[in-house]
């Protein structure tokens, strides 16, 4: 039997997401308290800053030319010792980086070394992969492999991730081989439309379909849509969908549902329809298809926040698109998608770690403020 | 099951020792796997009538869908023949080949698991982590060194025992491959005590094994009846029942000068 070439997929030019970030990450999901990076000083140097504000500790064996040249399992074992006696912590976790993969370093014999009495999850791991989701399986398999994920849990986010990766490619970050970032259309652009089909009585399907803490400030667009419409006395009907399971995925996202509806709840913002949980960004859209076609048919205008790209236009043919995003890259596969209007939450991402409640998003308060100039 | 590498200096005759090993080993009635670890892919070469067989490197990096039966190739006398594969010299990094390699192997296939003896052909000195990459991973629980009784080989094989010791890994012996050196079974032998371990066989050297590799064969199969198949089996026989090691304790330069002078 002959060799069978993969399907062909176009060559990314363009930077994208880091499978040891994102293995960073789901280090934190899994509430690891302290993760060892074993590699060069400077690697993921932004996120492991980031993550600092989300409560999880990173520490690097900063590994220089001698250390690629003779190895640097000395350095991990003794940042292990380390780590333990600074942060007394509960998990942790060992990331590889590219320079301390290539070179062959073996997590687990420094593990096996040092033999810590709590969990240590190995992330063998390296930014070579195409698809960044790659960080978050390895990831994943090492908490099944130390017993602090269920095989349930695992399997279901395998689905998911797989699910992430072919929405990026259709339409998202992988679906062309370079994709120019751009601000998008103006906020007060944006607001304007808003506030203008709102008076005009336009009704409205308001959707947050958010990834995991990126919520707290993407809720706030949503939030913001339903107070301009009431400032405004508008007649227009408004219905909330937002991804804001409770019960699923695992126990710090399941947290961050809770605490966005707690806060919905407070604004007097009611969610008609819950469309999967948090981790569920990539399959949401099928359920909003399912509701467009048999609950909501004829609406005018959709607000989409959080991954617009994985809903797809299929029942919103008729409607007028406005979507908000915080990827740069996202402004035109949205276009193309057949969006009139695409927003860029500029840097959100870190501005939503370390929170638990709702925060102010730029667009936001450019609504609120255009509200207000528009009741003067 | 056995997990076997074997270790030297480059050119002294890993690859031939392995592929006589294996055919010896199939002819004895076990399933045997060769897994080559050399970037030139050529260790189970003579196993194979002379043909080269496609590496797990070479289709990955042509973005192939790799399944088990493109990368798995039986040999003489059914021995199961992989190649790892890796750049040409002076470019890339082979032992990360390896690492991957492996990886991807025990992701498709069942060689692993299923054989009665698995040689892993591995490069020259361990000069990288990626070329421990099999004692590390744990998927080799007997290693061996070759050596010759001439200096250069000597120094090689009394590194790769600090780099077996490094790793904790143990030495289950010594195979002298002579270079026809004046008392070289002597100076090996007591290398190989020094160390801690044992010689296992002296392969003298005779022009048939080459002349055999030239055809493509190993001397197992082409000249079974002469007397260096006598040895190889000889030496096949004592890896199947080895159940001893040592942990190496490699000898100073000195004492390696004073055992060649």
């Not at chain 1, 333990?84 to 942790?92: G, H, L, S, V, Y």
């Not at chain 1, 409205?204 to 809720?219: D, L, P, Q, R, S």
Request: charged share 25%.
């Amino acid at each position: 039997m002959s060799p069978v070439p993969l399907t062909k997929e176009p060559t990314i030019l363009h930077p994208r997401p880091s499978s040891i970030v994102a293995a960073l990450y789901t280090l934190r999901d899994l509430d690891v308290d302290v993760v060892i990076l074993h590699g060069p000083p400077g690697c993921s140097f932004k996120h492991a800053r980031l993550l600092e504000e989300d409560g999880l500790r990173v520490v690097t064996t900063a590994l220089d030319e001698s250390g690629f040249v003779f190895g640097g399992h000395e350095q991990l074992v003794n940042l292990l010792r380390q780590v333990i006696e600074m942060f007394n912590p509960k998990r942790i976790g060992i990331v590889g980086t590219c320079a301390s993969m290539i070179i062959g370093e073996e997590l687990h014999e420094a593990v096996l070394e040092v033999n810590p009495d709590m969990p240590v999850l190995e992330v063998e791991v390296h930014a070579g992969y195409p698809n960044n989701t790659k960080g978050v399986i390895i990831t994943l398999e090492s908490a099944l492999a130390v017993g602090i994920l269920s095989d349930e849990e695992f399997q279901r986010q395998k689905v998911l991730l797989k699910e992430a990766t072919e929405v990026e490619k259709r339409h998202g970050a992988a679906s062309k081989a370079y994709l120019e970032p751009s601000r998008g259309d103006t906020k007060y652009t944006v607001a304007k439309r808003i506030i203008q089909l709102l008076k005009e009585g336009k009704r409205c399907i308001n959707i947050m379909n958010a990834k995991k803490e990126t919520g707290y400030m993407f809720a706030d667009i949503n939030v913001a849509v339903n107070q301009a419409a009431w400032e405004l006395g508008s007649t227009s009907e408004i219905i909330n969908m937002a991804n804001l399971d409770e019960n699923m995925g695992l126990d710090r996202v399941r947290d961050h549902a809770r605490n966005i509806n707690r806060d919905l709840e407070v604004m007097g913002v009611e969610v008609n329809e819950i469309i999967g949980g948090l981790d569920e960004y990539p399959i949401t859209g099928e359920t909003v298809n399912r509701l467009l076609a048999e609950k909501y048919p004829d609406f005018d205008f959709a607000v989409i926040t959080g991954v617009p790209h994985a809903i797809s236009m299929d029942n919103m043919q008729g409607m007028e698109v406005i979507s908000v995003t915080n990827g740069p890259r996202q402004v035109l596969p949205l276009k193309e998608m057949g969006h009139e209007f695409v927003v860029v939450e500029i840097d959100l991402h870190p501005k939503t770690l370390g929170v638990s409640n709702i925060i102010e998003s730029e667009f936001g308060a450019t609504l609120r403020q255009l509200v207000q100039e528009e009741k003067e | 099951m056995k997990q076997i590498a074997i270790y030297g200096k480059g050119g002294i005759g890993k690859s031939s020792t392995a592929s006589n090993v294996a055919a010896a080993c199939a002819d004895e009635g076990y399933q045997v796997t060769i897994i080559g670890c050399d970037p030139k892919s050529d260790s189970s070469i003579t196993l194979l009538g002379g043909h080269r067989i496609p590496t797990i490197m070479e289709l990955m990096q042509q973005g192939m869908e790799i399944t088990e039966d493109e990368v798995v190739f039986e040999g003489y006398k059914g021995v199961r023949c992989v190649e790892v594969g890796g750049p040409e010299p002076g470019i890339g990094c082979a032992g990360r080949g390896i690492i991957v390699a492996i990886k991807m192997l025990q992701k498709i296939s069942t060689v692993m698991q299923d054989s009665d003896l698995i040689i892993y052909d591995v490069p020259g000195d361990i000069v990288c982590g990626g070329f421990a990459a099999p004692i590390r991973k744990g998927l080799v629980s007997e290693t061996y060194v070759l050596t010759s009784g001439e200096y250069m080989p000597l120094y090689a094989a009394n590194n790769i025992c600090k780099g077996f010791a490094r790793l904790g890994n143990p030495l289950s012996g010594v195979i002298c491959n002579s270079r026809i050196v004046e008392n070289e079974e002597d100076i090996v032998r007591a290398f190989a005590d020094e160390l801690g371990s044992e010689l296992l066989a002296f392969i003298p050297k005779v022009d048939v094994v080459q002349t055999c590799e030239r055809a493509g064969y190993s001397v197992i199969e082409k000249e079974p009846d002469c007397d260096i198949s006598g040895v190889y089996r000889k030496l096949a026989k004592v890896i199947m029942e080895r159940d001893t090691a040592c942990e190496p304790k490699p000898l100073t330069d000195e004492r390696l000068r004073e055992l060649t002078g």
